[in-house]
């Protein structure tokens, strides 16, 4: 390689943003790698069954997951729940589906044989890979190519070419262009930290006006729900028409907040048939996640473009 040429370590060394973007990439690369390994080891060795819907959940917000009964060869039914989640009903009580498990664990292991079902995670994790991994690369593509072109020419043409197209490029003694990119990109953090406070901020207004008109209840736990690895209480208690109403959590935690059986106050939202326990973390869960986050990147942001400027 040339000494003029920039080389992909220099580039990323030059530009943090980048680099932490590149970063991202290669994890949800190996993400979506490491979920499609597991799902084709899992489809190597897995058994077909044909399953039925015997139960449909619903959760907070309307979505719905289907319960499925599937018959085993020795006679034994195993049941299994979808992880996955939708606000439109794909399966119907009564509703036959293909199933594949594995002989060693039928209910633990065992997942429609659907496309999406299957390949959600690698898709999600290979979406988000290629998308930040492949911003970095393409700029890394075009800095090399337009530095390349940079260098075939004399010092004299390079000071005769910045003057005709105004550019701000700062040349060394050696006439290769270093790139004044890293400030102008570092400039994204503080702006996405201050998008997320004025999100918060408006997470922190609906919230208190939603505590201020929603009707509070005494409600017994009755189930936790797993979800992922959080457990998402559901509520029952009678409402204020005498009827006995059936409300979803929309915040999990691990372990579960109320064990079945215990009671707690929750404020009801008719609208999704949600309830959350009269609690500070999970009144305010939404508004301290982004509001964190906004806080880090706002602070990273500025820091860096002081230490960069």
């Known amino acids: 390689m040339n000494k003029h040429d920039m080389n992909i370590i220099t580039f990323f060394r030059d530009n943090i943003l980048l680099a932490t973007f590149a970063l991202v990439g290669a ?3 190996s993400a979506a790698g490491y979920f499609s390994y597991d799902t084709l080891i899992f489809l190597d060795n897995a058994k077909h069954a044909n399953g039925v819907v015997s139960e449909i959940n619903r959760h907070a917000g309307n979505s719905t997951s289907p319960v ?4 085993l060869p020795n006679g034994k039914f195993a049941e299994y729940t979808s992880k996955v989640e939708s ?26 044989d659907d496309f999406f079902e299957l390949w959600l995670l690698p898709i999600i994790f290979g979406g988000l890979g290629v998308v930040f991994g492949g911003i970095p690369v393409g700029m890394w593509l075009y800095d090399r ?30 006439g290769t262009g270093t790139s004044q990119m890293s400030h102008k990109i570092l400039g994204i953090f503080p702006a996405i930290g201050i998008v997320l406070l004025i999100l918060a901020g408006i997470f922190a ?22 979800r992922g690895r959080a457990y998402y209480p559901v ?21 579960a907040l109320y064990a079945i059986g215990e009671s707690a106050d929750i404020l009801y939202d ?24 906004g806080a880090l990147f706002t602070g990273i942001g500025f820091i860096l473009l002081r230490v960069f400027r």
């Open 68 to 71: 499925i009964q599937f018959r």
């Open 270 to 293: 008719a609208e999704d048939n949600s309830a959350n326990a009269r609690d500070f973390f999970i009144e305010w869960f939404a508004v301290i996640i982004v509001g964190g986050i």
């Open 145 to 174: 190519r337009t530095s390349g072109s940079a260098t075939s020419m004399t010092l004299q043409q390079q000071m005769d070419e910045i003057k005709r197209n105004k550019r701000t490029t700062v040349w060394n003694s050696a």
């Open 235 to 255: 509520y029952e208690f009678v409402g204020s028409s005498g009827d006995t109403i059936h409300a979803y959590s929309t915040v999990g935690t691990n372990p």
């Open 27 to 29: 994890a949800g690369l």
């Open 87 to 112: 606000s439109t009903a794909h399966f119907t009580i009564g509703e036959e589906v293909r199933m594949l498990y594995l002989p060693s664990a039928p209910s633990e292991s065992a997942r429609i």
């Open 205 to 226: 207004w609906k919230q208190v006006q939603f505590m201020s008109v929603a009707p509070q209840y005494r409600a017994l736990v009755i189930a936790n729900e797993m």
